[in-house]
């Protein structure tokens, strides 16, 4: 089995400039808790004068939680795919870098290392 932690603790050892692979294709599958937590942080270093942001990788749209880390200043770098228009206005004023490649490109790239390292991965899981 798993070691269970909680979402802070889970964000907590989220690092500025890692990356991570946030799962789900439906808003079922998106985690939800830990990115909230990773926008807290964010917007917790911003304030102590610290850069905080992360690459964001994955297959959902994901509505809520790209607003929070959009509007935290958290994203760096997102791929491959979006809807958001809080996200959107951030790309647009220069402050996120965005790849819209093809969804179905996405894990090729990964795997041959186009996309950088995977740092974490965080999976939304039913109890």
């Not at 102590?48 to 994203?75: R, S, W």
């Amino acid at each position: 089995g798993f070691n269970k932690i909680t979402a802070a603790e889970a964000a907590a050892l989220i690092q500025n400039g890692d990356t991570i692979g946030l799962s789900g294709f439906t808003p079922a599958g998106v985690p939800k808790s830990v990115p909230a937590e990773i926008a807290r942080k964010a917007e917790k270093e911003h304030a102590e004068g610290k850069e905080f942001k992360i690459n964001i990788l994955t297959g959902h749209p994901q509505d809520k939680v790209a607003t929070m880390l959009a509007n935290a200043h958290a994203i760096k770098f997102r791929a491959p795919y979006t809807t958001n228009k809080d996200f959107r206005t951030h790309v647009n004023n220069n402050e996120i870098s965005y790849s819209d490649l093809n969804l179905s490109n996405m894990a090729t790239q990964i795997r041959q290392g186009y996309l950088g390292q995977v740092d974490w991965a965080i999976i939304e899981r039913r109890e």
